[in-house]
């Protein structure tokens, strides 16, 4: 009896998914592309990806320490090792960082560009206890 062999074609959604103006399949240009990919570096926590411990950020761990909010030197320290380390091709021109305490919640600011280019783009994204929003993106 002859074995046969079942394919399985996986189709769907690629990781990352950002939900960009256009939505989640809006076409991607390569800034769309890096920020994913850096926003995925920064917001994925270190030992969490199987097969892949290193990759990540301790900014998890970071944001939830007593007096982080000033510190914002340590916080982008964190950001930048991890943005050498995976994503050296987005550099980061300007970073911010805001706290609400009430809300337990951080709001990270970026102006980041690809390395070689002029055009500057603006991320914000919050990161509460419970999730993490992307709330803007524009180029500049």
Same mark, same amino acid.
């Given at each position: 009896?002859?074995?046969?062999?079942?394919?399985?074609?996986?189709?769907?959604?690629?990781?990352?998914?950002?939900?960009?103006?256009?939505?989640?399949?809006?076409?991607?240009?390569?800034?769309?592309?890096?920020?994913?990919?850096?926003?995925?570096?920064?917001?994925?926590?270190?030992?969490?990806?199987?097969?892949?411990?290193?990759?990540?950020?301790?900014?998890? #761990? =970071?944001?939830?320490?007593?007096?982080?909010?000033?510190?914002?030197? *340590? &916080?982008?320290?964190? %950001? !930048?090792? @991890?943005?050498?380390?995976?994503?050296?091709?987005?550099?980061?021109?300007?970073?911010?960082?805001?706290?609400?305490?009430?809300?337990?919640?951080? #709001? =990270?600011?970026?102006?980041?560009?690809?390395?070689?280019?002029?055009? *500057? &783009?603006?991320?914000? %994204? !919050?990161? @509460?206890?419970?999730?993490?929003?992307?709330?803007?993106?524009?180029?500049?």
């Amino acid at each position: 009896m002859a074995h046969e062999s079942t394919k399985v074609d996986r189709r769907g959604l690629a990781l990352p998914a950002l939900r960009r103006s256009g939505g989640y399949f809006a076409s991607k240009n390569r800034y769309d592309t890096a920020i994913g990919d850096f926003l995925r570096t920064i917001l994925t926590p270190i030992g969490s990806v199987p097969g892949k411990r290193d990759f990540g950020c301790s900014l998890n #761990r =970071l944001l939830y320490e007593p007096g982080i909010a000033d510190k914002p030197a *340590l &916080v982008r320290h964190v %950001v !930048e090792e @991890s943005r050498r380390k995976w994503t050296p091709h987005v550099l980061i021109d300007r970073f911010a960082l805001q706290w609400d305490e009430s809300k337990r919640t951080a #709001r =990270l600011r970026f102006r980041l560009k690809l390395q070689g280019e002029a055009q *500057l &783009v603006d991320q914000l %994204v !919050e990161v @509460s206890v419970d999730s993490v929003k992307v709330l803007m993106a524009s180029g500049g």
